[in-house]
């Protein structure tokens, strides 16, 4: 198991950047894909962004492509995810997820796929 600790949410004007950062720590992680969930009120669960750990290979949901950005950091063991002209509706709890080992990335796209959940930070995009 991964244990996730998201940090960096908070209350951003529309067009304005935020910066999420997630810690990891537990088993080795060199062979799972990482990444972002978001849940926004009265919705499901959805897909944002992955990366793979070994390869730095990255996927986004269509939604952010353009405007976030995924990255690794090997030696503190933290991922980020860079947002730029954040929308209202990128108002959502931002969760840091892991996939079970070797899963490929694909799988990581639906809850279902992911194995570690962090427990979320809030992201509010209002004027």
């Known amino acids: 198991q991964v244990q996730l600790v998201e940090s960096g949410g908070g209350l951003v004007q529309p067009g304005g950047s935020l910066r999420l950062s997630c810690t990891a720590s537990?088993?080795?992680?060199?062979?799972?894909?990482m990444g972002w969930f978001r849940q926004a009120p009265g919705k499901e669960r959805e897909f944002v962004a992955t990366?793979?750990?070994?390869?730095?290979?990255?996927d986004y949901a269509d939604s952010v492509k353009g405007r976030f950005t995924i990255s690794r950091d090997n030696a503190k063991n933290m991922v980020h995810l860079q947002m730029n002209s954040l929308k209202p509706e990128d108002t959502a709890v931002y969760y840091c997820?892991?996939?079970?080992?070797?899963?490929?990335?694909?799988?990581?796209?639906?809850?279902?796929?992911?194995?570690?959940w962090g427990r979320g930070t809030q992201v509010t995009v209002s004027s």
């Open positions: 997820v892991a996939g079970s080992p070797y899963i490929p990335a694909q799988n990581m796209r639906f809850p279902s796929g992911v194995n570690d």
């Open positions: 537990g088993r080795t992680f060199s062979s799972r894909v």
């Open positions: 990366i793979t750990w070994s390869s730095g290979t990255t």
